[in-house]
């Protein structure tokens, strides 16, 4: 796919038909992730596939419903240490998570990011993936085909969100 087609159609799916999702797409997403920036080139971020239905099943129960219907999901651990700048683990992971939910697109593939709902609940689901407890277990990709392809969210228009040189000033 072209690159502004991919990021068109990209949305945040929760319910998807069955299907299967190789290890080769997964270690391509993954890919993608791992090539996104870092401060200090850190690279503070290691990733877990998960296919075990069993495992897919517990987290559809403890943080959002999409993992009944996955094919796979990828978890992303990140190392929240300082690093020669600073603390901007955060940034890092939100670098590689977009990557990755491009390249999903770019796959024929359909995700949601899960993070909120996951929050209350990262030390149990880091004991389930086995976590190390100095890691941070930040966010969820549920991967599979999307059960319906909706519309996307209506959008503001640039017109309306881009200024030039002072906030405010249009052309």
Not at 75 to 96: F, H, K, L, Q
Not at 102 to 122: C, F, Q
């Amino acid at each position: 796919m072209e690159f502004y087609d991919v990021v068109k159609r990209r949305r945040s799916v929760r319910k998807f038909s069955p299907c299967e999702v190789s290890d080769e797409v997964l270690l391509r997403v993954i890919e993608a992730g791992r090539l996104a920036p870092s401060g200090c080139n850190a690279q503070n971020r290691d990733f877990i596939i998960i296919r075990d239905r069993r495992v897919l099943a517990q987290l559809h129960g403890k943080t959002q419903p999409s993992f009944e219907t996955a094919a796979a999901a990828i978890a992303v651990v990140m190392d929240p240490a300082p690093t020669c700048y600073g603390s901007y683990w955060v940034e890092d992971a939100a670098a590689a998570i977009q990557n990755m939910l491009l390249a999903i697109v770019n796959e024929k593939y359909d995700s949601v990011w899960i993070e909120g709902t996951l929050r209350p609940h990262e030390e149990w689901a880091k004991e389930l993936l086995g976590v190390p407890k100095e890691k941070r277990l930040y966010a969820l990709l549920p991967v599979g085909k999307a059960a319906k392809q909706g519309q996307g969210p209506p959008r503001r228009s640039l017109g309306d969100i881009v200024h030039y040189e002072t906030y405010g000033q249009k052309r």
